[in-house]
Protein backbone atom coordinates (compact mmCIF):
# COMPACT_ATOMS: atom_id res chain seq x y z
CA UNK A 1 0.00 0.00 0.00
CA UNK A 2 0.57 3.57 -0.11
CA UNK A 3 3.07 4.61 2.70
CA UNK A 4 5.20 7.50 3.81
CA UNK A 5 7.76 7.70 5.92
CA UNK A 6 9.10 10.88 7.91
CA UNK A 7 12.44 11.00 10.25
CA UNK A 8 11.66 10.76 13.95
CA UNK A 9 12.04 13.60 16.09
CA UNK A 10 11.83 16.05 17.97
CA UNK A 11 14.02 18.11 15.54
CA UNK A 12 16.42 20.57 17.80
CA UNK A 13 17.18 24.06 16.07
CA UNK A 14 18.60 27.28 17.50
CA UNK A 15 17.04 30.64 15.66
CA UNK A 16 18.18 31.17 12.35
CA UNK A 17 19.11 27.94 11.69
CA UNK A 18 18.93 25.78 8.75
CA UNK A 19 15.75 23.03 8.64
CA UNK A 20 15.87 19.80 7.03
CA UNK A 21 13.09 17.42 7.57
CA UNK A 22 13.21 14.17 5.57
CA UNK A 23 9.89 12.53 3.81
CA UNK A 24 10.15 9.82 1.40
CA UNK A 25 7.00 7.97 0.14
CA UNK A 26 6.06 4.73 -1.29
CA UNK A 27 3.05 4.72 -3.64
CA UNK A 28 1.86 2.83 -6.64
CA UNK A 29 1.07 5.28 -9.47
CA UNK A 30 2.06 9.79 -9.16
CA UNK A 31 0.89 10.70 -6.08
CA UNK A 32 0.66 14.36 -4.72
CA UNK A 33 2.89 15.29 -2.10
CA UNK A 34 1.63 17.72 0.74
CA UNK A 35 3.60 19.01 3.91
CA UNK A 36 1.24 19.87 6.75
CA UNK A 37 2.13 21.62 10.27
CA UNK A 38 0.60 21.25 13.45
CA UNK A 39 1.00 24.11 15.94
CA UNK A 40 0.75 23.85 19.50
CA UNK A 41 -3.30 23.31 20.74
CA UNK A 42 -4.22 23.48 16.93
CA UNK A 43 -5.39 21.60 13.61
CA UNK A 44 -3.33 20.90 10.96
CA UNK A 45 -3.01 23.38 8.20
CA UNK A 46 -1.73 23.13 4.99
CA UNK A 47 2.08 24.44 4.67
CA UNK A 48 2.75 23.41 1.12
CA UNK A 49 2.10 20.81 -1.69
CA UNK A 50 3.56 19.70 -4.95
CA UNK A 51 1.51 17.45 -7.68
CA UNK A 52 4.01 16.65 -10.15
CA UNK A 53 7.73 15.40 -10.04
CA UNK A 54 10.12 18.61 -10.17
CA UNK A 55 7.54 20.66 -8.83
CA UNK A 56 8.48 22.76 -5.76
CA UNK A 57 6.07 23.90 -2.93
CA UNK A 58 6.82 26.69 -1.21
CA UNK A 59 5.21 28.92 1.40
CA UNK A 60 6.65 30.99 4.83
CA UNK A 61 10.19 30.45 3.52
CA UNK A 62 9.73 26.62 3.33
CA UNK A 63 10.46 24.34 0.65
CA UNK A 64 10.26 21.04 -0.86
CA UNK A 65 10.89 19.13 -4.01
CA UNK A 66 8.95 16.52 -5.31
CA UNK A 67 12.16 13.98 -6.19
CA UNK A 68 10.60 11.52 -8.42
CA UNK A 69 14.08 9.47 -8.73
CA UNK A 70 14.52 9.35 -5.09
CA UNK A 71 10.48 9.58 -3.85
CA UNK A 72 11.59 11.95 -1.68
CA UNK A 73 9.68 15.22 -0.57
CA UNK A 74 12.01 16.63 1.84
CA UNK A 75 11.33 20.15 3.83
CA UNK A 76 13.66 22.92 4.06
CA UNK A 77 13.72 26.07 5.87
CA UNK A 78 16.86 28.48 6.10
CA UNK A 79 16.51 30.25 8.92
CA UNK A 80 14.34 29.05 11.50
CA UNK A 81 12.42 31.33 13.95
CA UNK A 82 11.21 30.19 17.23
CA UNK A 83 7.32 30.59 15.84
CA UNK A 84 8.37 27.61 13.69
CA UNK A 85 8.17 25.63 16.25
CA UNK A 86 5.29 22.68 15.61
CA UNK A 87 4.54 19.34 14.60
CA UNK A 88 5.40 18.81 10.85
CA UNK A 89 3.27 16.11 8.89
CA UNK A 90 4.72 15.00 4.86
CA UNK A 91 1.38 13.30 3.62
CA UNK A 92 -0.01 11.96 0.55
CA UNK A 93 -2.60 11.22 -1.92
CA UNK A 94 -3.38 9.64 -4.94
CA UNK A 95 -5.26 11.86 -7.56
CA UNK A 96 -8.39 9.27 -8.11
CA UNK A 97 -11.27 8.53 -6.17
CA UNK A 98 -11.50 9.99 -2.99
CA UNK A 99 -8.15 11.80 -2.60
CA UNK A 100 -7.72 10.43 1.03
CA UNK A 101 -4.43 11.66 2.95
CA UNK A 102 -1.85 8.79 4.45
CA UNK A 103 0.18 10.91 6.59
CA UNK A 104 3.77 10.46 7.94
CA UNK A 105 4.12 10.05 11.97
CA UNK A 106 5.13 13.46 11.34
CA UNK A 107 8.05 15.34 13.43
CA UNK A 108 8.04 17.96 15.98
CA UNK A 109 10.45 20.94 15.88
CA UNK A 110 11.70 22.75 18.52
CA UNK A 111 13.16 26.25 18.03
CA UNK A 112 15.02 27.82 20.88
CA UNK A 113 16.14 31.70 20.96
CA UNK B 1 -8.45 30.66 2.80
CA UNK B 2 -11.32 27.81 3.46
CA UNK B 3 -12.37 27.49 7.16
CA UNK B 4 -13.41 24.43 8.77
CA UNK B 5 -14.97 24.63 12.25
CA UNK B 6 -15.48 22.12 15.03
CA UNK B 7 -17.33 21.73 17.67
CA UNK B 8 -16.69 21.36 20.61
CA UNK B 9 -13.37 21.93 20.98
CA UNK B 10 -13.03 19.50 23.75
CA UNK B 11 -15.87 17.08 25.54
CA UNK B 12 -15.79 15.28 28.79
CA UNK B 13 -18.19 12.42 29.30
CA UNK B 14 -18.94 9.60 31.66
CA UNK B 15 -18.35 6.08 30.37
CA UNK B 16 -21.22 4.48 28.54
CA UNK B 17 -22.73 7.96 26.90
CA UNK B 18 -22.42 9.18 23.58
CA UNK B 19 -21.04 12.15 22.47
CA UNK B 20 -21.77 14.18 18.81
CA UNK B 21 -18.72 16.14 17.44
CA UNK B 22 -19.97 18.13 14.63
CA UNK B 23 -17.48 19.55 11.80
CA UNK B 24 -18.67 22.56 9.45
CA UNK B 25 -17.55 24.13 5.76
CA UNK B 26 -17.47 27.68 6.80
CA UNK B 27 -17.60 29.09 3.20
CA UNK B 28 -17.03 25.97 0.92
CA UNK B 29 -19.60 23.33 -0.12
CA UNK B 30 -17.60 20.00 0.82
CA UNK B 31 -18.80 17.15 -1.00
CA UNK B 32 -16.63 14.56 0.73
CA UNK B 33 -15.56 15.22 4.72
CA UNK B 34 -12.86 12.78 6.40
CA UNK B 35 -12.57 12.00 10.30
CA UNK B 36 -9.11 11.27 12.17
CA UNK B 37 -8.60 10.17 15.15
CA UNK B 38 -4.78 11.20 16.66
CA UNK B 39 -2.76 9.71 19.60
CA UNK B 40 -0.56 11.92 22.00
CA UNK B 41 2.24 12.45 19.73
CA UNK B 42 1.22 10.02 17.00
CA UNK B 43 0.01 10.58 13.30
CA UNK B 44 -3.45 10.89 11.93
CA UNK B 45 -5.08 8.02 11.38
CA UNK B 46 -7.90 8.17 8.98
CA UNK B 47 -11.21 7.01 10.20
CA UNK B 48 -14.03 7.26 7.67
CA UNK B 49 -14.79 9.14 4.85
CA UNK B 50 -18.11 10.95 4.93
CA UNK B 51 -19.66 11.90 1.36
CA UNK B 52 -23.24 14.27 1.53
CA UNK B 53 -25.96 12.08 1.19
CA UNK B 54 -24.21 8.51 1.55
CA UNK B 55 -23.14 5.99 3.64
CA UNK B 56 -19.69 6.68 4.90
CA UNK B 57 -16.61 4.39 4.16
CA UNK B 58 -15.01 3.29 6.88
CA UNK B 59 -11.61 2.38 7.20
CA UNK B 60 -10.12 -1.28 7.93
CA UNK B 61 -10.32 -1.58 11.88
CA UNK B 62 -12.96 1.07 12.68
CA UNK B 63 -15.96 -0.05 14.17
CA UNK B 64 -19.01 1.82 12.54
CA UNK B 65 -21.87 1.03 14.69
CA UNK B 66 -19.49 2.62 17.34
CA UNK B 67 -18.75 5.85 15.53
CA UNK B 68 -21.40 6.62 13.59
CA UNK B 69 -20.98 9.80 10.96
CA UNK B 70 -23.39 11.54 8.88
CA UNK B 71 -23.02 13.82 6.28
CA UNK B 72 -26.48 15.83 5.98
CA UNK B 73 -25.22 18.62 3.90
CA UNK B 74 -22.96 20.09 1.71
CA UNK B 75 -22.01 21.71 4.83
CA UNK B 76 -21.69 19.53 7.72
CA UNK B 77 -20.85 16.43 8.78
CA UNK B 78 -21.08 14.82 12.62
CA UNK B 79 -19.27 11.87 14.23
CA UNK B 80 -21.29 10.42 16.94
CA UNK B 81 -19.29 7.87 19.56
CA UNK B 82 -21.64 5.74 20.88
CA UNK B 83 -21.40 4.23 24.37
CA UNK B 84 -17.91 5.96 24.71
CA UNK B 85 -15.21 3.91 27.38
CA UNK B 86 -11.81 5.28 28.09
CA UNK B 87 -10.31 3.84 25.40
CA UNK B 88 -11.90 6.00 23.02
CA UNK B 89 -10.27 9.27 25.16
CA UNK B 90 -8.73 10.87 21.78
CA UNK B 91 -8.27 13.62 20.02
CA UNK B 92 -10.90 14.04 16.85
CA UNK B 93 -10.00 15.59 13.44
CA UNK B 94 -11.73 16.08 10.39
CA UNK B 95 -11.45 17.36 7.19
CA UNK B 96 -12.98 19.14 4.37
CA UNK B 97 -12.10 18.65 0.87
CA UNK B 98 -12.95 21.90 -1.54
CA UNK B 99 -13.13 20.57 -4.91
CA UNK B 100 -13.62 23.82 -6.63
CA UNK B 101 -10.45 25.35 -6.02
CA UNK B 102 -7.67 25.57 -8.57
CA UNK B 103 -5.65 23.17 -6.24
CA UNK B 104 -8.08 20.90 -4.81
CA UNK B 105 -7.10 20.57 -1.13
CA UNK B 106 -8.21 19.18 2.44
CA UNK B 107 -8.98 21.92 5.04
CA UNK B 108 -9.10 20.80 8.52
CA UNK B 109 -10.38 21.63 11.22
CA UNK B 110 -9.03 22.54 14.80
CA UNK B 111 -10.00 19.38 16.66
CA UNK B 112 -12.29 17.73 19.23
CA UNK B 113 -10.65 16.39 22.28
CA UNK B 114 -12.64 14.22 24.02
CA UNK B 115 -11.92 12.43 27.47
CA UNK B 116 -14.21 9.54 28.35
CA UNK B 117 -14.08 9.06 32.32
Known amino acids: GNSVTQMEGPVTLSEEAFLTINCTYTATGYPSLFWYVQYPGEGLQLLLKATKADDKGSNKGFEATYRKETTSFHLEKGSVQVSDSAVYFCALTMNTGFQKLVFGTGTRLLVSP | GAVVSQHPSWVICKSGTSVKIECRSL??????MFWYRQFPKQSLMLMATSNEGSKATYEQGVEKDKFLINHASLTLSTLTVTSAHPEDSSFYIC?????????????FGPGTRLTVL
Open chain 2, 27 to 32: DFQATT
Open chain 2, 95 to 107: SARDPSGILDTQY
